[in-house]
Each structure stands twice: as C-alpha cells, then as structure tokens.
C-alpha cells in the first residue's frame, strides 16, 4: 500500500512539475489550421450577408424636464427630515419613468399614430409592446432632465414617435394633477347622502375609502378657519342651551321656537362658510393644477445617419465566436481522442515503448494494405520505401544481434497493417544482403502467399500437424535473398499447432539457416496465438496504426506480453500523415527533402 501511495505521489509530482506543451497545441492548431479557415471563411460570409439584409436603425431624443413635486405640505404633516424628503422625490422620478413607458402611455401613442397599421398587426397588444422595446427613457443624472429615445428603422419614424411619446407622457401627466380637481373638489360642495365614498390617495400612494362628509370635515382648511370655529362654538352652546330649556318649557313654548331659530341660523351660517371656504380651495386647486409639472425641453429631430446596426462589429464577434468554438471542438477532441498519432503521444499517454520510426501514409487512393504492392521493391525511390529502409536501420540498433535473428512482427487490432510491415520489413532485409525468411504465422487469415505469388496448398498448418521436413514448406520468392513459409490451410485450432514442439524446432531450424526470421503474427487483441509465439521468442516488434489504435489498448497489450515474458523491442507507428498529423521539424524536412531529391533525378533522367 505504500508503495502504491508513492508511485501516485510520483505520478502527480510529475504531472505538476510538467511544464505546458506549447509547441503541442501550436502544432495542434497548425495540424487542423484549414479547417479552421475553412469555417471561418464561411461564417464570416454568412455573417456578411446577414448583416447586409439588416435595416438601417435610427435614433431619436426627445428631451424633456419634470418640476419637483411640491413637499411642503408633506413635510409638514408627515414629519419628514430633508434626507427622506430627497429619497421620497427619487422614488417620484423613477415612477415617473415607468408611466412614460406604461401602457396607458403607449395606447395613446400607438391610437394617435395609427401603429396596428405601420406594424401590420391587428393586435393593439402586439403594437404597444413592439413601441415599448424601441423605447428607452433614461434620467440625466442629478438632473430633472430625462431623455426618451426611440430607434426605428426610419429616420421621420423615430422623430415623431419620440415626440409623441413625450407628449403623450405630458398629456397623462396633467390628467392626474387634475383628478383631485375634477373628482373631489366638483363634489364636495354638493348635498348627498353621506354614505357616497370616494377613493383618495395620499402623496405616498396610500389608499383610502372616505365619504362626503368626513372628506369635508377632514379638510385642513375647515378645521383651522377661524370664523368656522367661532360658529360652531356658538352652535354647541345653542345645543346646550336648547336642552336645558327643554327640561323646563313645552316644544312651543316661545323661548324653545327661539332658541331653535337661533340654532337653525347658526347650523346655515357654517353651512354656508363650509362652501365658501371649499369654493375657494377649489379655485386655488385649478390655478395651480393648470401648470403641468412637465414640458418638453428640446424637441426629437430627424436623424440624418443611421446608428446601427454596427455591421462591422456583428462580423467580428461571429468571426472571433467562430475561431473560439472551433478552438474549444479541437481542444476537445484532441482531449477524448485515445489513439497514438505520434512519437509525443506515445510519451503525453504513458506509453513507454521504444518508437522505431513511422511509416507515411500512401496519399490518393485508399487501398487496402494487403492489395498494396511491396514498396520496398516495386518503388524504392519513394518515400515509403526509405521509411522502410529507415526503420531497417533502427531495427538493427534496437536489440542485440542475436535477439534481432528472429523478429515477431504484430499488432494490437486487425487491420493496423502489420503483415504489409512485415513482408516489406523482410524485403528492405533482403536487399541489404541477408539471408532472410518470411513465415506467415497468420493462420486465421494469411496473406503473405498473394503478395508474392505463391500457392497456399502446403505451408506452416501441414508442417505442425504432420511430418513435413522444413525444406518442403520453405519456398523461394521472386526477391532475391527471400524465402517464403506460407501459412497453408486454415487450421481450425491455431493457438495450439503454434505452441506445440514442431514449432519450436521450426523457429531453431530458420535461426540456423538463415540470416534474419520474421514472423507475421496474428493481432494479439482477443487471439492467443501472438501471444503463443511471442513466448517462445521472447520480444515483438508492435505495429500500431496512426489514428486509429487506442492508447489504453496498447497499455493492455503491453500488460499481456509481459505476463507471457514477452518484450516489446520497438513500435512502429503506421499509416501517418506527414501533411496533417502533428509531425514537424526534422521527421517532416526529412521525408519532404528525400521525396523532392528522388523526384528530381527522376525527372532528369
């Protein structure tokens, strides 16, 4: 258990201590750069005619100034100091922001300029709500002045409906300083039943139900109006009076009609000044109510440019939203993506292998490994067929000269390439001078006998299950140096003819006769038989197929092996593009360079 806590302690030492591969991702945005511009060119063309079908947007400003609401009275009664006074006033700017753009507002807007039919709708809903998203009313601040803009795309459009709209406001705002007038002070002078209510607001907004009579006897004006309360000091005594004689004399008695007469007169006399003093606070109310507590400051003109839309600021952002997506999908596909591409991902996925050298991949026509011909001798100009010679070369410097005598070439997966590898492997062997053969170990699905024209009758199945002598099932190539063990008939139990002792004496045989033994071995994923020969060999030369073999399938194989003893002497990475994986500097300058000086003498002769 410790020593499984210090290898993780390790593994994040050095993960921390792992500085950031930048010349990676460069490599990563240079690998995938034309894709990148490929859908760059096309969203910014996109971009570019949807911004051109937008209509110009033009702005107009009305201005105009509101009076500060009169607090005196407010002050006074309500016992406010001058800070809650100021907060109350910025409370009343901001309703009054939200009336300019309340529906109330907007209808009369919307009726006057007739914009059910300059918006096409039948909907007086649909026309006020489309009027309230051009609007936009915004405070100067520390001023009263506020500025309603409205952005149409017609210039006269935009000018008269931010002047509509400040009228509309002013035309509103007038109808609620007169309500008290018309509402209340038309009624309290008239008789009624005194159960007739009436809702009255107080400045704060408060709301309250109040009847004819207690809105009169309410009124600051009755109750402090010297004359008034005289009378009604003589009314009460009246009363008083009228009761104490009406314990002493009949209802007619001439004292009691007196003193009702006397009280009559006085009930009409504060009558009479309760309506004189209620028609005078109706006037002063009217006089000061005309005067509107808004007015327009300076009228909205007609814009001569449009301010919008910012069509070169719409085709940046897609521009720029375009390479970071695109960036963010690279990233994160090379983030999921588990295959080995590379040298550097071998290493990045810990995979710790020796890496013989890469093989290019045949650009054009996608062919399947076992119809391409043997490069190594049908082109040896191409640059292929120097990877080949390339990894000959690196082969011979992997392992001691004895363990190189007998090379097991296999991969993880089918279809990776690994009996085009080997037989071309054997071939670049061949024409270096050695003695060299070629066993098709592949009982499952055998090619070697296509590639070099052989027949399959009798091969490697019929010398482990029978008494063939070696010489009867080797036989020659058209490559000059190379000799051939074909896989012969399919064996239905290939797992075992490869692990019994006739093969055993198969391999010592080859080993002493010829110079170098490959052996193309079935895939060792899910197929025991690589694994058979693999111990009795001791190494394999893994092939793994760029782009398409996991990384943790190769760390399980790898695992697989060295249960059985087996050691991976050197991977060979397959099929990799040199224009389009992550190869640069000297692997990607070598190929090129050859390729150009090969084409070159060609062309001379």
């Excluded at 000018?159 to 705002?173: C, P």
């Excluded at 940046?316 to 939203?321: P, S, T, V």
């Excluded at 500097?585 to 090969?598: A, E, I, L, N, V």
Aim: aromatic letters at 8%; one cysteine or more.
């Amino acid at each position: 258990m410790a020593l499984a806590m210090g290898r993780e302690t390790s593994i994040l030492m050095d993960d921390a201590e792992k500085p950031f591969d930048y010349k990676y991702y460069f490599s990563l945005f240079k690998k995938n750069f034309y894709v990148i511009l490929t859908f760059f060119i096309i969203t910014v063309t996109l971009a570019s005619i949807y911004v051109a079908k937008l209509p110009d947007q033009y702005q107009a400003v009305a201005q105009l100034i509101l009076e500060r609401p009169s607090l005196d009275f407010v002050q006074e009664k309500q016992g406010l100091n001058q800070v809650e006074v100021e907060s109350w006033t910025e409370d009343y700017y901001k309703t009054q922001i939200e009336i300019m753009q309340s529906n109330a507002v907007l209808q009369v807007v919307v009726k006057e300029k007739r914009l059910m039919d300059v918006f096409e709708t039948d909907s007086e809903e649909f026309a006020v709500n489309r009027l309230r998203s051009m609007l936009r009313v915004d405070r100067i601040r520390g001023s009263r002045l506020f500025n309603i803009r409205i952005v149409a795309s017609e210039s006269k459009l935009a000018a008269d409906l931010a002047n509509s709209v400040a009228r509309a406001f002013i035309q509103k705002n007038f109808e609620y300083s007169l309500f008290y007038a018309k509402e209340v002070l038309n009624w309290l002078p008239q008789e009624g039943k005194t159960t007739d209510t009436i809702t009255v607001k107080d400045p704060f907004g408060g709301v309250k139900q109040m009847t004819r009579t207690e809105v009169i006897e309410n009124l600051p004006a009755l109750q402090t109006d010297a004359t008034l309360r005289e009378l009604r000091d003589k009314k009460n005594q009246q009363e008083a009076d009228l009761t104490t004689l009406l314990r002493q004399y009949r209802e007619k008695h001439p004292v009691v009609v007196k003193a009702r007469a006397n009280l009559k007169f006085l009930e009409e006399s504060i009558r009479a000044e309760k309506n004189r003093i209620i028609e005078n606070l109706k006037s002063q109310a009217e006089g000061r109510m005309q005067v509107s507590q808004g007015r327009v400051i300076e009228e909205a003109n007609i814009p001569k440019a449009p301010i919008g839309p910012d069509r070169s600021r719409i085709i940046l952002i897609a521009g720029l939203a375009e390479l970071l997506l695109s960036l963010i999908l690279i990233f994160l596909v090379d983030y999921f993506d588990d295959t080995i591409h590379s040298l550097e991902d071998l290493e990045r996925k810990g995979i710790m292998l020796p890496f013989l050298g890469p093989l290019p991949l045949l650009r054009g026509k996608k062919i399947a490994d076992d119809q391409i011909p043997l490069i190594t001798d049908s082109d040896e100009k191409s640059e292929l067929a120097e990877a080949f010679r390339y990894l000959r070369v690196a082969i011979n410097f992997s392992a001691s000269a004895d363990s190189l005598k007998t090379l097991l070439v296999t991969s993880c997966l089918p279809g990776e390439g690994k009996s085009f590898v080997s037989q071309n492997i054997a071939v670049s062997l061949a024409t270096d001078g050695n003695k060299v053969l070629l066993i098709d170990a592949d009982l499952r699905r055998p090619v070697a006998h296509k590639k070099f024209r052989l027949e399959n009758t009798t091969g490697l199945s019929n010398y482990l299950t029978s008494n063939l002598d070696f010489d009867s099932v080797v036989k020659e190539s058209f490559v000059e140096n190379l000799f051939v063990v074909v896989s012969g008939p399919v064996s239905p139990n290939p797992a075992e003819i490869l692990g019994s002792e006739r093969m055993k004496i198969l391999l010592a045989e080859a080993k002493r006769r010829f110079d170098r033994v490959i052996i193309d071995c079935p895939p060792l994923t899910g197929i025991g038989d690589g694994l058979v020969i693999g111990s009795m060999i001791g190494h394999v030369i893994m092939i793994i197929s760029s782009g398409k073999t996991p990384a943790d399938l190769v760390h399980h194989t790898q695992r697989q092996l060295e249960k059985t003893g087996t050691k991976v002497i050197g991977t060979i990475l397959n099929r990799v593009d040199m224009e389009k994986e992550r190869y640069g500097g000297y692997t990607k300058h070598y190929y090129q360079t050859y390729h150009r000086y090969y084409r070159k003498k060609g062309a001379k002769k």
